[in-house]
Every structure is written in C-alpha cells, then in structure tokens.
C-alpha cells in the first residue's frame, strides 16, 4: 500500500544542495536565497503545496530563522512548534503557534481529529524523526545546483530501509529539479 491511501497528508516539502544539505552548519540560507532570487516569477510549486496544506509542523531550530521575520508568514495555518527546551510561546507570538513536546504518532493522531487533512513537516531533524517514525507520506525535494562540502544534513541515520515511490521530477531553466516521492509501507 502507498502512504497516499492513507487519508492524512504528512508531507515534506524542502530544498537542499546538490549534496544534500538543508542549510549551512550555521543554519545559514544564503546560498538558497541568492539561487533562487536568479528567477522571482518562479515559486517552483511552493504556493500551490502551501495552499494544499491546513497545518504546519516545524522544529525549534527553524522556528528560530523565522521568528525575526518582519510579518509571521504563517498567518493562515495552525503551526505546531516541536521543542523540549521552549517552554511558552513569546508574547509577539501568542495565537501563531503552539508548542510540542511528546510522541509523535500522538501528535498526529491528535491533529488529524482536530480536523487536520494534510500537514507540512519541515527542519532537518523534525524530518528526520517522521520519517523514522513512518509518519511521511510524500517528499518533494528541490535540488539547486551548488555543492556546499559541509552542512545541515536533509537525511539522517534510519532504522531501516526506507523504500519510496518516484512520482515526477521537473526539471527548471534556473538548474533548479524537483523531485517528487512517496513513502512505500
Ligand atoms: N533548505 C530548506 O528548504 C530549509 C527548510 C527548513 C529549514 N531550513 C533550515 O534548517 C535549519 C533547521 O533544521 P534543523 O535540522 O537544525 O532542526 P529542526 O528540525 O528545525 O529543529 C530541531 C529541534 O526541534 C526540537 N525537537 C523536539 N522534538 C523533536 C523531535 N521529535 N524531532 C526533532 N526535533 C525535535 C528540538 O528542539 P529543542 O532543543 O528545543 O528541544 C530540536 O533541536 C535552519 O537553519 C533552517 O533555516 C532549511
């Protein structure tokens, strides 16, 4: 059985280097900031994913690169925030997320009969854990053409093999391919 009968979404939508890396060991993005403003008129199907999606979950460590964002851009969607370390939700913040700490599979249990369809997992190490945990259901990876030698790594340690399913791959003028996968059960 493909993940996709399942009913729930759990899906990973992320861009890494060529070899791999989701962000500098810093945590820094420059590099992905300044290969994709080469073409502001193309979004490479991040707006129709996020317009797909009704809940987001990420974890402390990328809730830290975007708190001092100007606007929150989150605005429309429920953001569960996975940290054993955060403890309350600043008070700029109150109401634009929520705080985590406990089982996954409970979490999204519990998202799915608040009425959640299709969630948005993102951070390296908050992907990692679903997907060892069996919770992802697709994975669409866009690659940009640079090798950065040495970062935040996309994929981690498994317990197992974790076999998936090739939907498509596009390819754009920019360099940029995205790829898109299920998870096999
Ligand atoms: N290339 C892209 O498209 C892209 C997308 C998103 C993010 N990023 C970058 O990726 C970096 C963040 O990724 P990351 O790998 O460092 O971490 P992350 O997944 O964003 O955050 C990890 C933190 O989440 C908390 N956590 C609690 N329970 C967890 C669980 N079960 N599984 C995993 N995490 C849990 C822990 O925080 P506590 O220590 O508080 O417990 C942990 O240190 C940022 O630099 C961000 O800019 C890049």
């Known amino acids: 059985m493909n993940q996709s009968d399942k009913e729930m979404k759990v899906s990973v939508f992320i861009a890494t280097s060529l070899d791999g890396f989701i962000a500098r060991k810093n945590g820094n993005i420059d590099w992905l900031m300044a290969a994709d403003s080469s073409d502001k008129s ?5 707006q129709e994913f996020y317009d797909s999606i009704d809940c987001l979950v ?3 460590n990328s809730l830290e690169k975007i ?10 969607k429920r953001v ?4 054993n370390t955060l403890k309350e939700v600043p008070a700029q913040h109150v109401d634009k997320f929520e705080i985590y700490s406990g ?5 999204v249990k519990r998202l ?20 060892n945990k069996g919770l992802v259901t697709d994975i669409s990876i866009t690659k940009i053409p640079v090798l950065l030698g040495e970062g935040l790594p996309l ?8 076999k998936l399913t090739h939907i498509e791959t596009k390819t754009y003028p920019s360099g940029f391919v995205k790829s898109t996968y299920e998870m096999v059960q």
């Open 42 to 46: 193309e979004d490479y199907g991040y």
């Open 58 to 60: 990420m974890g402390r």
């Open 67 to 76: 708190i001092d964002f100007p606007e929150w851009p989150y605005e429309d």
């Open 80 to 83: 569960v925030v996975l940290s």
């Open 103 to 107: 089982s996954l599979k409970e979490l």
């Open 112 to 131: 799915e009969t608040d009425g959640c369809k299709s969630l948005y997992i993102d951070g390296g190490k908050t992907i990692q854990s679903f997907i």
């Open 155 to 162: 994929f981690g340690k498994t317990r197992r093999d974790i």
